[in-house]
């Protein structure tokens, strides 16, 4: 009868919030002594590691930071990194990640948007730091990682990590958040618009996540994970957590160069990684001659676009086992798969690109992930031609964005979380992005905003219309590609306009061509993308 | 700043109630043309049993049952028991599997104090059924299986598992419960007093589980699953909820006779099952002097008692590779696993039984497995000898006990789920039994009542005093042993005894020796079964 089923109610025993938090408790108590960490002639357990979140979480509490605070951090790959996924949100406080190839304007818009009370930053990335804070007006409390060779001025002002680390501070116990629907992570991405949005985490979700990942990349105990997958990018697509739950050895080497990379492979057993398909590429061809052939092969999940065929099919033929996954930062990431079916193994190669270039299906923790004709609300026929958006709907999707309510109710219309990707649905359920719907280029696994680069081009004194598109790039998979409409009387050339990009933009984002013309635009002005996309076929 | 962070609130397409349920559209959606089950010259794959599922479903519904109530099952492992582990809940209703194995005074028990609506019997169990209506004072509602040859009385009043399928309904959509928190099962238990106690499952430990088993098991997608642990217990060890998920295929044998299971094995090409050590005995048994090398071999999950080294060694020779789990049916079944580790690779056949009767570590999904000193309320040390109690505390703990807020409160009391099992912890964290601190003896995988058992008994002319321990057995693990102490004058053979209680008591509960003797007792009188459980050893 409900009444007696209704009247068992929550109790300490059987309702703990979830939250990746618990995964360190289980590394500490159950593997302790297995290694944790690779990282140069550094070895640590997880023991140890747990440890050291705990002094700096400890550390951090000293300094001011508890419950509700963002604490932002500007850093490579490296161990302190994997360490302050963990210790921010031990105190209550919410990790930003901020993406180390942004431009200082963006990086002091974040910073200011975000209400960061403490920014922990790699020596390398200090002097980028200092030109954020010289544009905010202000300069925020700050932690140092000292790891490279850079020498940082004496008189600035800063804790090192290692004070943190030794600072006498109340012991930290691994408590978990009181409630599962509370803060973890702060991550930006670029939207539609020119501005960063704040995208949201909470434990629940990042606890999830991690389960999730594990059951839906099959992944075994112990894995040896090399780290590739920038951890500002959602978390290392939460990789990291999952790490602790199951006792991983991560390997790290600072910057992704591909001779580091198959150094780490070889010397450590690398058994799992995460990675762009430029990273891919880039082993690829520097091995592609060696007939380099990893027995048994490494399981390899990749994000941001589908590795083109040939990628795919020297991946392959390295002992690179690859599974293309789908999301968001929205979506903490991964929340689709193109998993592998044994009949592919007939296919031929041309096949098979065609097939792993699918998004695929939903993760296991996801509820759903549909393709939605946005007119009628009813999914699309699954006959690989009809499209409509993706649309995703789980306990992996974002808490909301910060101090953005208009967005995030824009984001949640109608019960799903809009991803702006256009894709059809192959007769066997998996699904295929055949257009970005929202003003996006991704490049080499980087978002880049075209409202943002075009703001730029705006402001050079010869534009008088801009429109950026994204090209297609064998190498990084899309690049911008700026279309100008000159003023009247004005020239400029393309050496002209890149160069001025670049003073105001991040590499990455800077167009890597300029084309000169008159844009085509509808009867009220508005510019047609879509015709100029079509030049590329 | 926490304001913003807590202002982002939970909408539809970011907050999702936890449910197995979920599975089910994942299975029709991405799994659909995939083999579900096979049994016999049957064959259906998913969208046929997920159509099924919602048919079952809105004929129960039609047949008035609704949120909140209790649906009891009594039926072997059957295509059909797997259906109802969803059909039940997606009507709202809670599912109470019942054991075949039972006296039909405990399911009288049972149907009363669950406040059932309606029984699902399958034809061979309706005699059973019978005499439990008839110690009930009046009959339920009975939904008919007719799978075996058994015939049914004409005149009897049911409506068959067909009409239900085919009955005007209305058509169930796959929606999930308005609350994670709602129940989803009922599974009665044999504890410490003579009644057993119904245990509450939710919907979110539930899912939890089946995520949890995927992570701690290491499973693939499309497994090929034997069906051999009863879903009356703990729902299969919540196994279907996660076949549905990895889409998987299930082999049915109705009853798990080794020839059948072997068979099925060799015929669909199993690769997982889960089975109580008996089970694995009599496989090895009957293959022992054929040779079977199951190549890839099996995964094997066995719980209830550490098999035998013997078994064990006879299973990893034939390909059977056996984890140990340790559960209890208040956890959903297995929370602690025996987890391989490589380094075992080099030990002795003892030593190596040795390891692998180990309870061993926590699952993923739990958030703590710890055997605490009752008295200190501290974890004991990690030296194989400090003896405390497994105390668990999770999101896979029950709900509670169904109508039994003392007893709920007493197993919840200081935070944790207190298992009544006295065990040590070894350095490398991994735990095992030493003693039973409640009076349940554990017999081929059954659960039984020293205290019920005393209580028959007691019943008999010639006893004063009776005891009922456990005994050690090769076979079975272990079984009941009575002591008993005869009346001034009066005598009774172990014979008569045995009859008498056979009479009276499910055939697994029945003791299988008899000792004579006067029973040792303290000061006050209360008998010291310690003593009398040296005997063995």
Redesign the interface.
């Known amino acids: 009868?409900?009444?007696?089923?209704?009247?068992?109610?929550?109790?300490?025993?059987?309702?703990?919030p979830?939250s990746p938090l618990?995964?360190l408790?289980?590394a500490d108590?159950?593997h302790?002594?297995r290694t944790a960490v690779i990282y140069g002639e550094t070895r640590r357990n997880w023991r140890e590691t747990v440890a050291r979140i705990r002094a700096v979480a400890g550390g951090l509490r000293t300094l001011g930071i508890g419950?509700?605070?963002?604490v932002s951090v500007l850093c490579p790959n490296i161990p302190e990194l994997l360490e302050l996924q963990f210790a921010v949100p031990l105190t209550g406080a919410?990790i930003n990640t901020l993406n180390t190839r942004l431009e200082a304007e963006t990086i002091a818009y974040i910073l200011d948007h975000a209400?960061s009370k403490l920014v922990i930053v790699d020596s390398e990335l200090i002097p980028l730091l200092q030109r954020s804070f010289a544009l905010m007006g202000k300069a925020l409390p700050m932690v140092e990682i000292v790891d490279g060779p850079t020498e940082t001025p004496q008189d600035l002002d800063r804790t090192s990590y290692d004070q943190l680390l030794a600072m006498t501070a109340p012991e930290m116990d691994l408590s978990?958040p009181d409630d599962e629907?509370?803060?973890i992570a702060l991550n930006y991405t670029s939207g539609t618009s020119g501005r960063p949005k704040g995208v949201?985490y909470h434990h629940r979700?990042a606890y999830?996540m991690a389960?999730?990942t594990?059951?839906g990349w099959?992944?075994?105990?112990y894995p040896v994970y090399l780290s590739v997958v920038p951890m500002f990018h959602c978390n290392g697509w939460c990789h990291p957590w999952v790490m602790a739950?199951?006792g991983a050895a991560m390997v790290f080497t600072r910057v992704p160069a591909p001779d580091l990379l198959l150094a780490a492979i070889r010397d450590h057993g690398v058994t799992h990684m995460g990675a762009a398909p430029i990273v891919l590429q880039m082993l690829t061809e520097q091995e592609g001659e060696a007939g380099t052939r990893f027995d048994p092969p490494i399981k390899v999940m990749t994000a941001g676009a589908p590795p083109p065929p040939s990628v795919l099919e020297r991946s392959r033929a390295m002992g690179l086992e690859v599974m293309q996954v789908y999301g968001l930062t929205e979506t903490y990431g991964h929340i689709a798969k193109c998993?592998w079916q044994d009949s592919w193994e007939a296919a031929s190669p041309e096949e098979l690109a065609r097939l792993q270039a699918q998004q695929g299906?939903?993760f296991?923790?996801v509820?759903?992930v549909a393709v939605i004709d946005r007119e009628t609300g009813e999914e699309v026929t699954r006959d690989s031609r009809e499209q409509g958006e993706i649309a995703?709907?789980?306990?992996t999707?974002?808490?909301?964005y910060?101090?953005d309510?208009d967005a995030?109710a824009e984001?949640?219309k109608d019960?799903?979380?809009w991803s702006g990707d256009g894709a059809v649905v192959a007769p066997?359920?998996y699904m295929q992005i055949r257009d970005r719907l929202k003003d996006v280029i991704i490049s080499g696994g980087e978002n880049i905003s075209s409202v943002e680069v075009e703001a730029v081009l705006y402001k050079h004194p010869a534009v008088q219309a801009a429109a950026v598109v994204a090209k297609p790039d064998e190498k990084w998979g899309e690049v911008p590609c700026a279309f100008v409409e000159t003023r009247p009387g004005e020239t400029a050339t393309e050496t002209d306009i890149i160069a001025f990009c670049r003073a105001h933009l991040a590499g990455f984002k800077t167009p890597k061509s300029v084309v000169f013309a008159e844009l085509p635009k509808t009867s009220t002005g508005k510019i047609q993308k879509f015709e100029l996309r079509k030049m590329f076929g």
Chains 1, 2 share one sequence.
Request: charged share 20%; proline share 4%.
């Open positions: 009868m409900q009444q007696h089923y209704d009247s068992l109610g929550k109790a300490r025993a059987n309702h703990v979830m618990s995964f408790s289980r108590r159950l302790g002594d419950k509700g605070d963002t919410v209400d978990l629907w509370d803060a949201v979700g999830l389960l999730g594990v059951a099959q992944m075994p105990h739950m199951l998993l299906i939903a296991p923790m509820d759903a995703i709907r789980g306990n999707v974002m808490k909301g910060y101090k309510p995030t984001a949640f019960g799903w979380f066997d359920g």
